[in-house]
Protein backbone atom coordinates (compact mmCIF):
# COMPACT_ATOMS: atom_id res chain seq x y z
CA UNK A 1 0.00 0.00 0.00
CA UNK A 2 1.36 3.31 -0.56
CA UNK A 3 1.93 5.77 2.23
CA UNK A 4 -0.77 8.86 2.61
CA UNK A 5 -0.86 11.69 4.63
CA UNK A 6 -3.97 13.00 6.01
CA UNK A 7 -4.72 15.96 8.74
CA UNK A 8 -5.18 14.23 11.92
CA UNK A 9 -8.19 16.53 12.95
CA UNK A 10 -10.99 18.68 11.52
CA UNK A 11 -13.67 20.62 13.43
CA UNK A 12 -16.67 21.61 11.33
CA UNK A 13 -20.22 22.39 11.63
CA UNK A 14 -23.86 20.84 10.95
CA UNK A 15 -24.81 22.34 7.42
CA UNK A 16 -21.34 22.90 6.28
CA UNK A 17 -19.28 20.95 3.70
CA UNK A 18 -16.03 18.86 4.70
CA UNK A 19 -13.25 18.70 2.37
CA UNK A 20 -10.45 16.30 3.78
CA UNK A 21 -7.22 16.05 1.02
CA UNK A 22 -5.08 12.90 1.33
CA UNK A 23 -1.62 13.12 0.05
CA UNK A 24 -0.22 9.82 -2.16
CA UNK A 25 2.79 10.78 -3.53
CA UNK A 26 3.74 7.43 -4.35
CA UNK A 27 0.77 6.36 -5.87
CA UNK A 28 1.02 3.41 -8.83
CA UNK A 29 -0.45 3.26 -11.91
CA UNK A 30 -2.66 0.26 -10.55
CA UNK A 31 -3.96 2.03 -6.91
CA UNK A 32 -7.17 2.49 -6.57
CA UNK A 33 -8.13 5.23 -3.33
CA UNK A 34 -10.80 4.48 -1.02
CA UNK A 35 -11.83 5.89 1.98
CA UNK A 36 -13.46 4.05 5.09
CA UNK A 37 -15.19 5.90 7.95
CA UNK A 38 -15.33 5.01 11.42
CA UNK A 39 -17.35 5.89 14.34
CA UNK A 40 -16.35 4.96 17.96
CA UNK A 41 -16.64 1.28 19.04
CA UNK A 42 -17.89 0.15 15.22
CA UNK A 43 -15.86 -1.17 12.35
CA UNK A 44 -14.78 0.61 9.68
CA UNK A 45 -17.44 1.22 7.05
CA UNK A 46 -16.50 1.48 3.27
CA UNK A 47 -17.44 4.66 1.79
CA UNK A 48 -16.23 5.51 -1.41
CA UNK A 49 -13.61 4.01 -3.71
CA UNK A 50 -12.26 6.21 -7.25
CA UNK A 51 -9.59 5.99 -9.18
CA UNK A 52 -9.13 9.36 -11.47
CA UNK A 53 -11.59 12.60 -11.84
CA UNK A 54 -14.61 12.10 -9.72
CA UNK A 55 -16.53 9.97 -8.16
CA UNK A 56 -19.84 10.38 -6.18
CA UNK A 57 -22.37 8.36 -4.34
CA UNK A 58 -25.24 8.82 -1.33
CA UNK A 59 -22.71 9.42 1.02
CA UNK A 60 -20.03 11.45 -0.56
CA UNK A 61 -17.53 12.79 -3.55
CA UNK A 62 -14.39 11.81 -4.37
CA UNK A 63 -11.72 14.15 -6.46
CA UNK A 64 -9.07 12.79 -8.08
CA UNK A 65 -6.60 15.31 -10.07
CA UNK A 66 -5.02 14.23 -13.49
CA UNK A 67 -1.75 13.39 -11.18
CA UNK A 68 -3.57 11.12 -8.61
CA UNK A 69 -1.08 12.24 -6.13
CA UNK A 70 -3.82 13.62 -3.73
CA UNK A 71 -7.55 12.99 -3.35
CA UNK A 72 -10.57 15.32 -1.31
CA UNK A 73 -13.20 13.38 0.31
CA UNK A 74 -16.04 15.73 0.40
CA UNK A 75 -19.22 15.56 2.57
CA UNK A 76 -21.63 17.91 1.45
CA UNK A 77 -23.83 19.18 4.80
CA UNK A 78 -22.43 17.41 7.59
CA UNK A 79 -25.03 16.18 10.26
CA UNK A 80 -23.64 15.50 13.87
CA UNK A 81 -23.61 12.26 13.05
CA UNK A 82 -21.19 12.37 10.23
CA UNK A 83 -18.09 12.71 13.19
CA UNK A 84 -16.09 9.77 12.51
CA UNK A 85 -12.57 9.14 12.08
CA UNK A 86 -11.78 8.79 7.93
CA UNK A 87 -9.19 6.91 6.62
CA UNK A 88 -7.47 7.14 3.73
CA UNK A 89 -6.18 3.97 1.76
CA UNK A 90 -3.86 3.62 -1.31
CA UNK A 91 -3.15 0.20 -2.91
CA UNK A 92 -4.57 -1.73 -6.19
CA UNK A 93 -7.10 -4.87 -6.03
CA UNK A 94 -4.21 -7.37 -4.46
CA UNK A 95 -3.48 -5.51 -1.58
CA UNK A 96 -5.34 -6.82 0.93
CA UNK A 97 -3.72 -6.17 3.40
CA UNK A 98 -5.15 -2.98 5.02
CA UNK A 99 -3.42 -0.73 7.01
CA UNK A 100 -4.70 2.17 8.54
CA UNK A 101 -3.19 5.14 10.11
CA UNK A 102 -4.62 7.48 13.01
CA UNK A 103 -6.74 8.73 10.05
CA UNK A 104 -8.78 11.97 9.97
CA UNK A 105 -11.03 12.33 13.13
CA UNK A 106 -13.53 15.06 11.99
CA UNK A 107 -15.76 16.46 14.67
CA UNK A 108 -19.54 18.07 13.90
CA UNK A 109 -20.26 20.48 15.97
CA UNK A 110 -23.81 22.18 16.46
CA UNK B 1 -28.76 -9.08 3.82
CA UNK B 2 -26.61 -9.42 7.41
CA UNK B 3 -23.46 -7.66 7.97
CA UNK B 4 -20.49 -9.50 9.54
CA UNK B 5 -21.24 -10.60 13.01
CA UNK B 6 -18.12 -11.31 15.60
CA UNK B 7 -18.87 -12.32 19.38
CA UNK B 8 -18.32 -11.65 21.66
CA UNK B 9 -18.24 -7.78 21.93
CA UNK B 10 -16.57 -7.78 24.82
CA UNK B 11 -14.06 -9.81 26.57
CA UNK B 12 -12.56 -9.93 29.94
CA UNK B 13 -9.87 -12.20 30.73
CA UNK B 14 -7.00 -12.61 33.72
CA UNK B 15 -3.30 -12.77 31.63
CA UNK B 16 -2.09 -16.32 31.27
CA UNK B 17 -5.92 -17.35 29.65
CA UNK B 18 -7.15 -18.65 26.06
CA UNK B 19 -9.62 -16.53 24.36
CA UNK B 20 -11.38 -17.47 21.41
CA UNK B 21 -12.99 -14.71 19.00
CA UNK B 22 -15.57 -15.85 16.30
CA UNK B 23 -16.27 -14.32 12.69
CA UNK B 24 -19.32 -14.82 10.80
CA UNK B 25 -19.02 -13.24 7.48
CA UNK B 26 -20.94 -12.07 5.28
CA UNK B 27 -23.20 -14.75 3.01
CA UNK B 28 -20.88 -15.67 -0.22
CA UNK B 29 -17.80 -13.95 0.78
CA UNK B 30 -15.06 -16.05 0.26
CA UNK B 31 -12.37 -13.41 1.55
CA UNK B 32 -11.92 -13.27 5.38
CA UNK B 33 -9.58 -10.85 6.95
CA UNK B 34 -8.29 -10.45 10.59
CA UNK B 35 -7.27 -7.22 12.39
CA UNK B 36 -6.53 -5.43 15.24
CA UNK B 37 -6.89 -1.94 16.73
CA UNK B 38 -5.01 -1.10 19.44
CA UNK B 39 -6.17 2.30 21.28
CA UNK B 40 -6.08 5.67 19.66
CA UNK B 41 -3.49 3.06 16.69
CA UNK B 42 -4.74 2.28 13.08
CA UNK B 43 -5.36 -0.87 11.77
CA UNK B 44 -3.21 -3.73 12.06
CA UNK B 45 -3.71 -6.99 9.84
CA UNK B 46 -2.96 -10.16 11.56
CA UNK B 47 -4.15 -13.25 8.84
CA UNK B 48 -5.98 -13.40 6.20
CA UNK B 49 -8.37 -16.70 4.45
CA UNK B 50 -9.50 -16.65 0.59
CA UNK B 51 -11.30 -20.08 -0.01
CA UNK B 52 -9.61 -23.08 -0.22
CA UNK B 53 -5.91 -22.08 -0.45
CA UNK B 54 -3.09 -21.46 2.83
CA UNK B 55 -4.04 -18.75 4.88
CA UNK B 56 -1.92 -15.72 4.88
CA UNK B 57 -0.43 -15.91 8.37
CA UNK B 58 1.97 -13.21 8.06
CA UNK B 59 0.95 -10.28 10.60
CA UNK B 60 0.16 -12.58 13.39
CA UNK B 61 2.19 -11.33 16.55
CA UNK B 62 3.48 -14.41 17.96
CA UNK B 63 2.87 -18.18 18.21
CA UNK B 64 -0.14 -17.45 20.91
CA UNK B 65 -1.77 -16.27 18.27
CA UNK B 66 -3.59 -18.74 15.78
CA UNK B 67 -7.05 -18.70 13.45
CA UNK B 68 -9.10 -21.35 11.84
CA UNK B 69 -11.86 -20.88 9.30
CA UNK B 70 -14.14 -23.60 9.02
CA UNK B 71 -16.35 -24.93 6.31
CA UNK B 72 -14.91 -21.62 4.36
CA UNK B 73 -17.35 -19.26 6.54
CA UNK B 74 -17.13 -18.75 10.40
CA UNK B 75 -13.91 -18.12 11.35
CA UNK B 76 -12.34 -18.50 15.02
CA UNK B 77 -9.17 -16.39 16.26
CA UNK B 78 -7.30 -18.10 19.01
CA UNK B 79 -4.85 -16.03 21.20
CA UNK B 80 -3.01 -18.42 24.14
CA UNK B 81 -1.81 -17.11 27.34
CA UNK B 82 -2.66 -13.45 27.18
CA UNK B 83 -0.79 -10.99 27.85
CA UNK B 84 -1.85 -7.45 28.40
CA UNK B 85 -0.10 -5.94 25.56
CA UNK B 86 -2.82 -8.15 23.43
CA UNK B 87 -5.65 -6.04 24.89
CA UNK B 88 -6.99 -4.17 21.89
CA UNK B 89 -9.94 -4.18 19.66
CA UNK B 90 -10.26 -7.49 17.30
CA UNK B 91 -12.00 -6.52 13.90
CA UNK B 92 -12.99 -9.06 11.66
CA UNK B 93 -13.70 -8.68 8.06
CA UNK B 94 -15.19 -10.20 4.66
CA UNK B 95 -14.96 -9.01 1.27
CA UNK B 96 -16.68 -10.76 -2.44
CA UNK B 97 -13.01 -11.19 -3.80
CA UNK B 98 -14.02 -9.90 -6.79
CA UNK B 99 -10.98 -9.10 -9.14
CA UNK B 100 -10.67 -6.11 -10.87
CA UNK B 101 -13.36 -4.01 -9.05
CA UNK B 102 -10.87 -2.91 -6.08
CA UNK B 103 -11.52 -5.00 -3.31
CA UNK B 104 -13.98 -3.38 -0.46
CA UNK B 105 -13.92 -5.17 2.95
CA UNK B 106 -16.84 -5.13 5.45
CA UNK B 107 -15.78 -5.31 8.67
CA UNK B 108 -17.65 -6.12 11.60
CA UNK B 109 -18.31 -4.35 14.81
CA UNK B 110 -15.22 -5.39 16.78
CA UNK B 111 -14.85 -7.82 19.95
CA UNK B 112 -12.96 -5.38 22.71
CA UNK B 113 -10.30 -7.23 24.54
CA UNK B 114 -9.09 -6.63 28.11
CA UNK B 115 -6.64 -8.05 29.51
CA UNK B 116 -5.48 -7.59 33.26
Known sequence: LAKTTQPISMDSYEGQEVNITCSHNNIATNDYITWYQQFPSQGPRFIIQGYKTKVTNEVASLFIPADRKSSTLSLPRVSLSDTAVYYCLVGDEDDYKLSFGAGTTVTVRA | ?116
Open chain 2, 1 to 116: GAGVSQSPSNKVTEKGKDVELRCDPISGHTALYWYRQSLGQGLEFLIYFQGNSAPDKSGLPSDRFSAERTGGSVSTLTIQRTQQEDSAVYLCASSLWDRGSGETQYFGPGTRLLVL
